[in-house]
């Protein structure tokens, strides 16, 4: 029998007509984009056929109560979610994949952010947000991604997307693997995987077996306080990726690009490049077939052009199964901070979270029920001691719902 690593090769890239449902098959494999986790993670998704398409759905919330230290830290009841649907059908020697993903924090995010310490980037009421972080937009996605072989064992990908995610960073927390158990975002978030939602996106991918090169056209400027609508505005940004697959349980990506304008209250333009490894073991059985043991480490840094300054974010991030129905998670993060205050100081702020998630027994149908909680402790310079005190501190606790997958064997 072939390894592993070998069939997984081959249902990236063999050129012939049985490999061309895989090629919608591996489509569906993206997690945001053309983004993905490591080909072994089981992607929590059902998949059923209608005629001759092939379907996708999955998505999922979370409920959760925050508590954090004063005195600048607050309390919230709010819900975190997200819904992706996918379609994907035969077209000429490739496949094409129509997708669509939305998310609720629109409504369910009142104040237009939820509390989060040491949190930056993008404006509330026409205020820059600190120590918070701003919902999702109602739709996070939509785009349709064609993939057909060109020659032997090179596949091309094209994307387009009036709302997408371009060819820049891992993929985003909300659809990484190493952080399904945990409902808030890093404090790296804007250094690492911010432009998940971007507009006016067009991306050209070439893979070629274990590697895929990536390059990106979009409009730079972060969303709007508006979530609930779509933006749009001309191509002014570009970035390109290069990941690879060594093994189904392995991938890496870095990935380098130029923002223009992403801050409506900051001048100048931003060059984020990331780095980023990902680990993926599938270990224990949860009710719906093999759980994961997934870990990322992530590596951001943001040049502005206006201030000259590189800010850097490094996070290192796990979930781990026991048991299959109880999943223990951590996240540890270094953050370069210059908008805490006023003065634009640089702070460097580390994080660090630990917390725990337990399956329930089936309590609604059709959806994965887990209730957890995590805590999250904070080192600060002394320059923040003043304003955040010397031991700050938060806590989530959450119910969490996930579409239940179907199950694919052991």
């Given at each position: ?292 043991w997934s870990s990322s480490l992530i590596w951001g840094r943001n040049h502005d052009t206006f201030t000259h300054r590189d800010l ?98 052991p």
């Open positions: 029998m072939l390894p592993r690593m070998v069939l997984m090769a081959c249902a990236i890239a063999l050129p012939c007509r049985a490999q061309m449902d895989m090629a919608g098959m591996m489509l569906m494999q993206q997690a945001s984009g053309t983004s993905m986790n490591p080909l072994s993670w089981r992607m929590p998704m059902f998949m059923p056929r209608v005629d001759s398409w092939n379907l996708m759905a999955m998505g999922q919330g979370f409920l959760l109560d925050t508590q954090q230290a004063e005195p600048r830290g607050g309390d919230k009841l709010f819900s975190t979610s997200w819904f992706m649907a996918a379609a994907t059908h035969k077209l000429g020697r490739g496949s094409l994949m129509v997708q669509l993903m939305v998310s609720l924090e629109p409504a369910t995010v009142t104040g237009r952010r939820y509390p989060e310490l040491f949190q930056t980037g993008e404006t509330a009421y026409g205020k820059p947000i600190v120590d918070g972080q701003h919902p999702h937009n109602f739709i996070m996605g939509l785009g349709v991604n064609y993939e057909r072989p060109i020659r032997g064992a090179t596949f091309l990908e094209l994307y387009a997307a009036p709302v997408g995610d371009p060819a820049l960073g891992p993929v985003a927390f909300p659809h990484r693997a190493s952080a399904s158990e945990l409902p808030t975002a890093p404090l790296g978030h804007h250094w690492e995987d911010s432009t998940h939602i971007a507009y006016d996106v067009v991306t050209a991918a070439l893979k070629r077996r274990w590697a895929r090169l990536e390059a990106s056209g979009f409009h730079g400027a972060e969303p709007g306080e508006n979530r609930w609508t779509i933006g749009y505005g001309p191509m002014d940004s570009w970035s390109t990726r290069l990941s690879v697959f060594p093994t189904g349980n392995w991938m890496a990506q870095v990935s380098v690009g130029r923002l223009t304008h992403p801050e409506a209250l900051e001048p100048g333009d931003v060059v984020r490049s990331t780095a980023s490894i990902h680990y993926s073991r599938p270990m224990g059985h949860g009710a719906a077939g093999p759980a994961s850097n974010a490094y996070l290192a991030e796990t979930v781990l199964p026991v048991r299959g129905k109880n999943f223990v998670t951590g996240r540890w993060e270094l953050v370069n901070k210059d908008e805490l205050l006023v003065t634009g100081q640089v702070f460097r702020v580390g994080a660090y979270t630990l917390g725990f998630t337990h399956d329930l027994p089936d309590v609604i149908a059709g959806l994965e029920t887990g209730i957890g909680a995590n805590a999250t402790t904070y080192t600060v310079p002394e320059g923040l001691v003043g304003y955040y005190g010397a031991h700050p501190w938060g806590v989530n606790v959450y119910l969490r719902l996930r579409l239940r997958p179907e199950h694919r064997g």
